[in-house]
């Protein structure tokens, strides 16, 4: 059906294009219809039509995150409205039950926002996350937020996805429906998880204190020990458990990048791809775009947070935190030169700007990684509002994402010089981390 309804309307589109683009992803979430309404193959198709000169980039961006907005907007007054008292007097012919309606309104109270946001990039819950929002009674306001982040940054993706890769629809098609399934299989595991151990908390729990106390019997120091190290309310807890385990991945893979390339593997081949890849979709417009993407969020504003960030910890006198930002900001550099001067790969050509200096590994996807993950850091630390969580740590992975893309479209870095800054940069990030808490809770624990 999907195929029929696209043959019928791409001929239509270089006049008719914004209106149908609108309508596609307005009907996809307003009432179920995202079964049977090809919105997200719409968004790409637009972002491809793009490339060619159809449409305009930045006009199909908005225009399907104003019908993806809208259509959400819609499914969610319709579940309020009239979803509840459908399921209540219905239900049965479907096995639905009044308990299973309540467990499903905890479950969207405890992690509605998440669903929301999370669920516009897969078909299932796109089209029923709205409308189950509705019936949960999620405040709107809070629903408002995820639906609008949620939009913009999937037409965003999908409308830049159909931009870049160009005629490779085939492709894309084959990609986004794996995603998509692989998608609803995750989700629809997580949401029977989460049913089927709450049925079963008590036993669980009965089980849990069995283990542990014949745990505590057997080997009761190595046992305390072992529990120490998840517990969350201290530093030497959980909190550097998660952050010693995320420090080796950083590291494991910034070996294997290197690994790669001395040896010549993997990624020392896809590095050519790429690069032949984005010579095909090279674009005056895209350039203009990426060079701003580079020089205004990967050196000006990048600037602008550390010295905002250096000026709030100097403010607010947190000396520990200071420290930690001047080794990760400070020393960072000093260890990007020594990483650069240890491999002195040569950057790429031709540059569509200019670029000194050795390529790997990047200096602004090491830098982004550094400034911007340890605002994320600290975001998390010094305030509870999830909000202003969830807000500065998706812009701040946003740019992140951006501006690593950037380099590789002007040619100034292969993919691997950005993974590899990546990989270095979050390794040094969770070095310093964890370095100045763990000196810090020893010297608060000190006699």
Known sequence: MEKHILDIILPHLNHWGYYVLFLMTFLETSAFLGFLVPGESMVVIAGLLSSRGVLELGDVIWVASVGAIMGDTVGYFIGRRFGEGFFLKYGRYFFFKKEYLDEAKGFFDKHGGKTV????????????????????RMHYPRFLFFNLAGGIVWATIFSLLGYFVGNSWDIIKVYLGRVGVFGFVLGATVVFLYFFLSKRRRLIKEKIGWIDRRLS?????????????????????????????????????????????????????????????????????????????????GVYLTALIAGIVFLYLLYKRCWWRLFAFFLVAGSGEAILV???????????????????????????????????????YLTWTITGNKVMRFTIS???????????????????????????????????????????NTVRQYYRNAP
């Open 217 to 297: 019997a057997q080997m009761p120091k190595t046992w305390d020990f072992i529990k120490a190290r998840f517990n969350a309310g201290r530093w030497y807890g959980l909190n550097l458990t998660m952050g010693i385990v995320l420090f080796v991945l950083a590291l494991f893979s910034f070996g294997e990048i290197i690994e790669d390339l001395i040896d010549r593997e993997t990624l020392f081949y896809l590095d050519f791809r790429i690069q032949r890849l984005v010579e095909g979709i090279i674009s005056p417009q895209t350039t203009r775009f990426m060079v701003d993407i580079t020089n205004i969020g």
């Open 117 to 136: 946001f999370f669920g516009r990039f897969m078909a299932w819950l796109r089209a029923f996350a709205p409308v189950v929002a509705g019936i949960s």
């Open 338 to 376: 020594i990483l650069k001067l240890l491999f002195h790969r040569p950057r790429p050509m031709p540059q569509l700007i200019m670029a000194h200096g050795y390529s790997f590994p990047s200096g602004h996807a090491f830098s982004a990684m550094t400034i911007y993950g340890f605002l994320i």
């Open 394 to 436: 998706s812009i701040s992975i946003l740019l992140i994402f951006l501006i690593g893309i950037s380099r590789v479209y002007l040619n100034v870095h292969y993919l691997t010089d950005v993974l590899g800054g990546y990989a270095s940069g979050l390794s040094w990030l969770l070095f310093c981390v964890i370095m100045v």
